[in-house]
């Protein structure tokens, strides 16, 4: 069973570069979440689907943009990298919604220099 | 005010010790309330959830809630070195799903 599965592990981008962290789950949960985590600041929610079809933002959600692909999977795009969002970023998935408990991806850790 | 908020830490304890870790958060239609648990490098796992006011024991942990003070804790009984990690406290509104976290909070236990 891999549970949430995020792609890819590490990544170093060049500013202005842009690119996609994909996330996929096959537990069949309905609820779905991005998050980053710097130094210091835990888990910033940056967006996340309550349900497929559905996104909304969160946190953080200013130089990103996601798509909710089908119900296994949640997408998030950079445009346009900045060295600001250096960051070690998590996807996650609940069955539903934030009653129940989320279970998260291994995470990637990006680089933009 | 930032959603939920944690002790400023990091915590020391010594081997043995109960572990008292902190939690408050604003909005009242918070419903579902959850400690996380993150060893360096690794990914959060979930510990410990409660919705209801009152504690919720599962082995050396407790879970507090308390609703009205919007004030949830999680206490480490008998506190261990393989305790030592950033937990995390989150809350959920139950009417859209979202999951928010605290910055966490890292517990070092001494042997």
């Known amino acids: 069973n891999a549970g949430v599965t995020q792609t890819p592990k590490f990544q170093v981008l060049k500013t202005g570069q842009s690119m996609t962290l994909q996330c996929a789950q096959d537990m069949n949960h309905n609820s779905m979440y991005w998050y980053r985590q710097d130094p210091g600041m835990g888990l910033r929610l940056i967006y996340y689907s309550a349900s497929e079809g559905t996104t909304d933002k969160g946190e953080v959600p200013n130089g990103y943009n996601v798509s909710r692909l089908n119900k296994r999977e949640f997408s998030l795009r950079l445009e346009s990298a900045a060295p600001s969002q250096t960051s070690v970023y998590f996807c996650?998935?609940?069955?539903?919604?934030?009653?129940?408990?989320?279970?998260f991806g291994q995470g990637t850790r990006l680089t933009v220099v | 005010q930032k959603e939920v908020e944690q002790n400023s830490g990091p915590l020391s304890v010594p081997e043995g010790a109960i572990a008292s870790l902190n939690c408050t958060y604003s909005?009242?239609?918070?419903?579902?309330f959850f400690w996380y648990r993150q060893y360096s490098g690794k990914s959060p796992e979930l510990i410990m959830f409660i919705y209801s006011n009152g504690d919720k024991e599962d082995g050396r942990f407790t879970a507090q809630l308390n609703k009205a003070s919007q004030y949830v804790s999680l206490l480490i009984r008998d506190s261990q070195p393989s305790d030592s990690a950033t937990y995390l406290c989150a809350v959920t509104l139950l009417a859209n799903s979202k999951l928010t976290f605290g910055k966490g909070i890292t517990l070092s236990v001494r042997p």
């Open positions: 996650a998935s609940s069955s539903q919604g934030g009653d129940t408990e989320a279970f």
């Open positions: 909005d009242r239609g918070s419903q579902s």
